[in-house]
């Protein structure tokens, strides 16, 4: 604005944020333009009037949409983007239409910039997402090659696998791709841009989602973690420990690709088993990844799959990979259960996070003893979600609850019913 007739500023109401409810928006700008001010606007830098303008964003997010269109994963977060910038266009036309005098108004002249800064917002957050999406597409699609790769039996090298946890480990430690980001994009293009069953999909959600976190951790916590515990600081500080750990978040679940519930003759094998047996068989395979594939279901206080072993008798890194399975079975489920919301209310993906429900969840247990305090720690200190030292200490209690009921994990192949800790362990002992 480069001339106005009165010195005297008009009133400044609060304006919306962008993703704020579009009634929100009508509320504000309906009050500006009721709202008469005596100052009046001469002429503009601007050298587009409000309609030129809005075709610009009108032909972006017509290109948008055609990408959008294309990748399924972007459909639920692009689209509440789009529908939004539409509505508040749409807003603007209808309470302050082309040629009309309100225009004039300082008031309503600022309220309409306002107006067109959130549009342009909203479609840098469309193009980002979808920028995003390529990049966090490459590795789940390596990865998935690979998982197929395993379980078909072919030949496989630790090599094939080692390049996928190290982009992924750069993602993380640069921040290429923020961790809300890279957790929603794994679990929408998993879930949803491949023709996968929903475990599977899951499974392969989850381990790039696991990997993602471990070297936020390790890079987060490697020289700067201060614990009595020698046996940890020697592993936090081992000549690249987050290789094998990484390795191991990457195929964790990969056993899931053999399960065959329609075959009674198949035997009936806890996942972790079956992808600690195709861990081995692959070239150069260290002992220590088997072993982590084999216990990241296993619970601290005993409760867990398939062995029952609790804290005492786990290495570190095995409770830690525990932790880390547990909150992306949690995040992932709460996603889930958010999608179906957002169906029934779009706004709601405008605001769509499950960290924190997830991490909430992930504290309760391990206030229950269910999981240790320092991977507990180690990984809600990575997400910024609670203070450490409000995480209180569990002890080590072995069949310390003897009916404590365990919940189905998204990969577990078992009957729908709840399982029993103590009767399970009994039945694996024989």
Known sequence: MSQIDSLESPQVLESPQVTDDIDRWEIYFREVVESKSVCKVRSSHLQQTAREREQF??????????????????????????KQALELIKLRRR?????????????????IVKIHQAVQSLIGLTDRLIKLHGRVETPLSELHRVIQQIRRGKPTDINDIFPISQTIRNDSLDATVNCDDWLHLSFEIASYDWALPEVKSLAI???????????GILGKQN????????????????????????????VKDVGTWLHKKKKPSFPRIHHAELSAGLAAGITGMPAGVVRLVREHHECFDGSGLPAGINGTEQHFESRLIAVITRWCELYNQETALRKQ????????????CAIDHASQHLLRETGRNRWEKLG???????????????????????????????????????????????????????
């Open 57 to 82: 964003y009108l032909r972006q997010l017509q290109e948008n949409a055609q990408l959008i269109f294309r990748k399924k994963a972007l459909s639920q977060r692009c689209n509440a983007f789009q």
């Open 95 to 111: 309470l302050a239409p082309d040629g009309s005098a309100v225009h004039q108004e300082a008031g309503v002249f600022l309220a």
């Open 205 to 215: 959600a989850n381990a790039a989602q696991s990997c993602y976190l471990a070297a």
């Open 223 to 250: 020289g700067s973690w201060a614990n009595p515990d020698v046996s940890i600081q020697r592993w936090l500080h081992f000549e690249r420990p987050s290789g094998p750990f990484l390795v191991a978040c990457l």
């Open 341 to 352: 919301i957002a169906l029934e209310q779009p706004a709601e993906s405008l605001h769509f």
């Open 376 to 430: 507990t720690n180690l990984l809600l200190d990575f997400l910024g979600v609670m203070p450490m030292e409000k995480i209180a200490q569990p002890q080590f209690q072995r069949d310390s609850k003897p009916n404590w009921r365990i919940p189905r994990p998204h990969f577990l192949d078992a009957p729908r019913t709840t399982v029993f800790a103590p009767s399970l362990r009994k039945s694996l002992r024989k």
